[in-house]
């Protein structure tokens, strides 16, 4: 395992350089994948390794493709990628294999990358817990006992086990936080617009999810950031933004960082989350940021309602043309199309002018603090044969999804975000804190956490050998 464990930017480099031939990185990748995968079960659809190592070769041979020139990744299962299955986790995809790629697929093509196969998902993405019908179960790698989170689950698995040195990730409700914390690594939702969605159907409406980078350092995802951001002429709400990697140093003295705690009370958490958030806010405080506590900016239920009436307006409109194959969802996404396909206009009306009250108060939070910080999650990871948690330190949770609230402050603005490591509890499971900004500050938030990661080092710390 001499490379799998290295730096995303170190292994690129060398293999630009010539110094790492693909070939030799793709044999350890398949030796890593044949030693641990059976046992975590996170990438799927693998392609064969006689195709992978053609491949390889090939990128030895040919000139430089791009910035990820030679690097295996695997691609999230929610993403249609040529000639590998794509099932979204749901038996009535399970034999579709696409023609052509996504945006995300084929710019990873087109940056150098061999794409090895897909990272697991929960069916159609929904609820965050790596499971499905098709595929199965992916397991943490701390604990194979317990979830391993999701939607990226897959995607974390593979990075905290050395499966991948890279992997993209999508975030709607926490898909890339939650796995991140749960799993020891890092992972960034892009300030919404940063990187394009599929130019496929609605352009305007839908404005919750995003596409992101997954990685073990703030440095890697930027890397790869680079590579998925950037506007496409077909999108019109998407812009370019200037690189991210290399990323800059910042003066730290002059950072402000604001800790939300349990949102006065909205939040409830299991024992532990929010002692071991509070000991990653003091290396910033170590590194020289000014941190400190602040009130609750915006009632949680508003959000809270505005988030849960947007979201299912908006899956619901990806799942509509499924409705005659309605009692082949899971139940959680037959809710889901039921409550969106119920809405009237005035409804929507009113949740987004919820968002957009809370978008001014936060902007105004914004102009005190760089950065905020609330867990990433509000609990830790769960036995593994639990769909999801029905109750948090005696609080019943109402809705699948409601144990994931902590989320929702982001994800309703779209802002950018990384879920950062912050350790381990007493029961050894990894848990991380949502470091989030100004719509915009992407690089900077970024940088701020690559001090952190230097100072941390968490991800070195790896699961028991599998």
């Not at 993405?125 to 979830?147: C, E, I, K, Q, W």
């Not at 043309?321 to 899971?330: F, M, P, V």
């Not at 867990?375 to 809705?399: C, H, N, R, Y």
Request: hydrophobic fraction near 45%.
């Amino acid at each position: 395992m001499t490379n799998l464990f290295r730096p995303a930017i170190d292994l690129v480099a060398d293999l630009q350089a010539r110094r790492l031939s693909a070939r030799a990185l793709m044999q350890e990748t398949l030796d890593r994948i044949a030693q641990v995968n059976g046992k975590v079960n996170a990438l799927v659809a693998l392609r064969s390794e006689a195709a992978l190592m053609a491949e390889a070769e090939a990128c030895d041979e040919g000139p430089i493709k791009g910035p990820l020139h030679g690097l295996p990744i695997a691609v999230k299962d929610l993403v249609n990628t040529q000639g590998i299955a794509s099932t979204q986790g749901s038996p009535i995809l399970a034999d579709f294999v696409p023609q052509q790629d996504d945006l995300l697929a084929a710019r990873l093509r087109a940056a150098g990358a061999i794409l090895i196969g897909k990272t697991n998902v929960p069916e159609f993405g929904l609820g965050s817990h790596t499971f499905n019908p098709v595929y199965g179960t992916t397991l943490n790698p701390y604990d194979a006992a317990r979830t391993c989170g999701g939607s990226s689950g897959g995607a974390a698995v593979a990075l905290a086990t050395g499966m991948t040195a890279l992997a993209d990730g999508s975030d709607m409700m926490g898909s890339l936080r939650n796995p991140a914390a749960w799993n020891n690594v890092y992972g960034f939702r892009p300030s919404w617009g940063r990187v394009p969605s599929e130019p496929a159907g609605d352009l305007y409406l839908h404005q919750l999810s995003t596409l992101g980078p997954m990685a073990r350092s703030p440095a890697d995802m930027a890397l790869l950031l680079d590579v998925l951001a950037g506007a496409d002429p077909r999108s019109p709400l998407t812009a370019s933004a200037p690189p991210a990697h290399p990323l800059a140093p910042l003066d730290l003295s002059q950072i402000r960082i604001g800790w939300l705690g349990d949102w006065g009370g909205a939040f409830p958490y299991e024992a532990g989350i929010a002692e071991q958030c509070l000991a990653g806010l003091e290396v910033f405080r170590a590194l020289g940021c000014q941190v400190e506590e602040v009130a609750p900016p915006f009632p949680a239920d508003k959000i809270w309602d505005a988030w849960t009436t947007l979201r299912s307006f908006t899956v619901a409109s990806g799942l509509r043309a499924l409705r005659s194959k309605r009692e082949q969802l899971k139940d959680t996404a037959q809710w889901e199309l039921d409550r969106g396909l119920s809405y009237s206009a005035m409804d929507i009306q009113n949740a987004s002018e919820s968002r957009s009250d809370w978008f001014r108060a936060a902007a105004r939070l914004f102009d005190r603090y760089d950065a905020l910080v609330l867990p990433a999650a509000q609990v830790w990871p769960f036995p593994v044969e639990l769909d999801w948690p029905k109750s948090i330190a005696g609080v019943e949770m109402d809705t699948y999804h409601r144990w994931m609230q902590v989320v929702t402050p982001v994800s309703l603005l779209g802002l950018p975000c990384l879920s950062i490591p912050v350790g381990f509890g007493q029961a050894g499971l990894p848990m991380g804190a949502q470091l989030f900004g100004r719509l915009g500050n992407d690089a900077n938030l970024l940088s701020l956490a690559q001090a952190y990661h230097q100072e941390t080092q968490w991800p070195s710390k790896r699961p028991p050998p599998l």
